[in-house]
């Protein structure tokens, strides 16, 4: 459609060149038309980014997209937008949504089908249904803290994964020596099953926020403590709090990872066809008086290669 249009706009000069040899009236009144046609289009949104643009790591993810992906781009809140994402998108003439979060996700599934929909900072893909859809994940896979025990503490041979059949559908491809699956349904369900776990030298929680209230947290900590089974965490907060280590996914790196998927999409690329990704790259936080108290002795290429360690 773009070359078809700049096919057009190359011929509408052309014949502007030729009306200014007989008469610099009818070129300036040609050019006149040109610019009201094709004003708007020059500076036109080839896309729009929909999030909770009052939180910090929100607008820097916004902003990053954009830069990743060199074209034009109009940003909106969340809150600007519901309820009417569908009247913004024929305003704005577009045909890619980035949905930032998954108020602004819910807001972007109901959008027609030809409009295609690149999703980011979700802990999970959506279970719509819906074509022409694609994304970048910020949850952390379970083979990639397997990775990280096995280079950094192998003495941690056995883990105990503990989450929703949905989470451990995404996070976990079930081929990792030394890991045990529990799946749980209810929170209750779930600090149940860890307070009956035996043979596990570690533990990681899947992150669900209907499952991992404050309480349960509070509880599963505890019990890490008592038990001497150190806490996989999925947050920095995590950490914070008593885990032994977390990875959590780069932000400037998911910003690339969707700019890439939006650029392909408007290069034609049916976004069903776009593999949702998880992240490429994590940060390590560490909580260095954890490993003290349970006996755990962290190599110094991990305390070096930390984001952040806490004392």
Not at 170 to 187: A, C, E, F, N, R
Not at 248 to 274: C, M, P, T, W
């Amino acid at each position: 459609m773009r070359n078809a249009i700049s096919h057009f706009m190359l011929k509408f000069l052309i014949v502007i060149a030729r009306l200014a040899r007989l008469e610099s009236g009818c070129a300036i009144a040609a050019l006149c038309i040109a610019l009201i046609l094709f004003g708007r289009s020059a500076d036109a949104a080839s896309f729009i980014i929909v999030g909770e643009s009052q939180y910090p790591i929100v607008a820097d993810v916004m902003t990053d997209i954009q830069e990743s992906v060199r074209t034009r781009g109009k940003q909106y809140a969340t809150s600007e937008i519901r309820g009417r994402l569908a009247a913004v998108v024929e305003r704005e003439g577009v045909q890619v949504v980035v949905a930032l979060g998954m108020d602004a996700l819910n807001e972007a599934l109901r959008l027609p089908p030809e409009v295609a929909v690149v999703f980011g900072l979700v802990a999970v893909p959506p279970k719509s249904g819906r074509a022409n859809i694609t994304g970048v994940i910020m949850s952390t896979p379970v083979n990639d803290y397997v990775a990280a025990l096995r280079k950094y503490l192998p003495e941690i041979s056995s883990v105990a994964v503990v989450g929703s059949r949905d989470m451990a559908k995404v996070l976990y491809k079930g081929d990792s020596p030394g890991i045990l699956l529990h799946q749980v349904t209810t929170s209750t369900d779930l600090v149940n099953t860890i307070n009956h776990l035996t043979g596990t030298k570690a533990l990681l929680l899947l992150p669900d926020a209907s499952l991992l209230t404050a309480s349960v947290m509070s509880h599963i900590l505890l019990h890490s403590f008592k038990n001497n089974i150190p806490l996989l965490g999925i947050s920095e907060a995590n950490v914070k709090q008593g885990a032994l280590f977390a990875l959590v996914f780069d932000a400037k790196v998911i910003s690339r990872q969707i700019g890439e998927k939006v650029h392909a999409v408007l290069d034609g690329v049916n976004a069903s066809e776009i593999a949702v990704a998880t992240p490429k790259r994590f940060n390590l936080y560490l909580n260095v008086n954890t490993a003290r108290k349970m006996g755990i002795d962290l190599p110094d290429e991990m305390v070096r290669s930390a984001r952040k360690t806490y004392n």
